[in-house]
């Protein structure tokens, strides 16, 4: 029977210490509860920290793009070296995978990279993923990790994902940790707090977004801190962190890409009346569009936020953006058809 998957996705603040090193007692935890978890799973590790364990070799290191791309062309032989240290002990090897954003939107690259994620699981290898920040473009790099780790759960039908970071779980406003979120809705998402770690991209409006993507997707998601003792082997039963069950609905191969894998390439804002088109499965008309964020051509993938931008779906465009914001009386006009719209 094949095993079913996981992605465990580590930020850069939830491996470091305080000084910005890597703390290699994470790692040995990291290594110790994912051995255990290996026999009845496939694993990807996604793992954030290449530029915090490389920057230190950076005389005056300001974090400007060209430093961060050299402090991870640095990082990323030393974090992975740590991690082949504290695996060794369970005859486990590694592998490095370094992605980039296109490898997710050209399918023949995503199955290649399939491919290997699958001879690496036959042979009990356990890949290791993290974004090749050195060659990245930067107008398709990754959002962060989270985005990246997200990815490849929806791409290769994962059961579970899970977040690591430097808080226990999403808080509430008492700072108390919340155990079960059945919906990630903006109720949920106006509880993250907006600042970011001193060594990280992302934070917890970012785990929650992409938490709220893969559950839409079927996939599990749970948010939580490896400080607490067997954190991973906890989370993976959801009794530790914050648990987003997975949404009961079946998501078409076609429809995951879409919604995960196509670069978007703008933003369509549309008012309360569209909204509700769209959930009783409705085209996409202009007379619902109230304002266009960035530009696309026809048959590109763009976003359809509401008026306090929050992202509702992804649609595959029937015409350009400038036609959209040229439509004077013809607001009939089909943006979208309901079947290239994916609600999430």
């Known amino acids: 029977m094949k095993k079913p998957i996981i992605v465990i996705k580590f930020g850069s603040a939830s491996i470091t210490a305080a000084d910005g090193a890597v703390d290699e007692q994470i790692i040995v935890e990291i290594a110790r509860q994912t051995a255990k978890l290996q026999e009845h799973y496939n694993i990807v590790l996604v793992s954030s920290g290449a530029v915090a364990a490389g920057k230190a070799y950076i005389p005056r290191y300001k974090g400007t793009l060209p430093e961060r791309k050299a402090a991870a062309a640095i990082g990323n032989p030393l974090l992975i070296g740590i991690y082949a240290t504290y695996f ?128 839409q997707m079927g996939i599990e998601a749970v948010i939580f801190s490896m400080r607490t003792e067997d954190a991973i082997l906890k989370a993976m039963v959801g009794t530790t962190g914050t648990r987003c069950p997975a949404q009961p609905k079946k998501v078409s191969s076609r429809h995951k890409w879409m919604a995960t894998g196509s670069l978007i390439s703008g933003k369509v804002m549309v008012d309360k009346g569209a909204l509700e088109a769209l959930k009783k499965r409705r085209s996409l008309l202009a007379v619902g569009v109230t304002e266009v964020i960035g530009g696309f051509m026809t048959g590109e993938v763009f976003q359809i936020v509401d008026e306090q931008g929050l992202v509702h779906a992804v649609a595959k465009s029937k015409i350009e953006s400038s036609t959209i914001e040229n439509t004077g009386s013809k607001k009939n006009i089909e943006i979208a058809h309901a079947d290239d719209i994916v609600l999430l």
């Open 88 to 215: 060794r002990p369970y005859k486990i090897a590694l592998a490095q995978s370094l992605c980039e954003r296109q490898h997710f939107a050209n399918r023949d690259q995503f199955l290649q990279l399939k491919n290997t994620y699958e001879t690496l699981w036959r042979n009990h290898i356990i890949p290791i993923a993290n974004e090749n920040d050195v060659v990245s473009n930067k107008e398709l790099k990754f959002s962060d990790n989270d985005e990246l780790a997200t990815l490849i759960a929806v791409g290769f039908g994962a059961e579970k994902i899970l977040f690591s970071t430097s808080v226990p779980g999403v808080l509430d406003a008492a700072g108390k940790v919340i155990r079960e979120i059945p919906v990630i809705d903006k109720q949920v998402l106006s509880l993250a707090r907006k600042e970011k770690s001193a060594v990280g991209l992302g934070g917890m409006t970012s785990k929650l977004n992409f938490a709220r993507l893969a559950n």
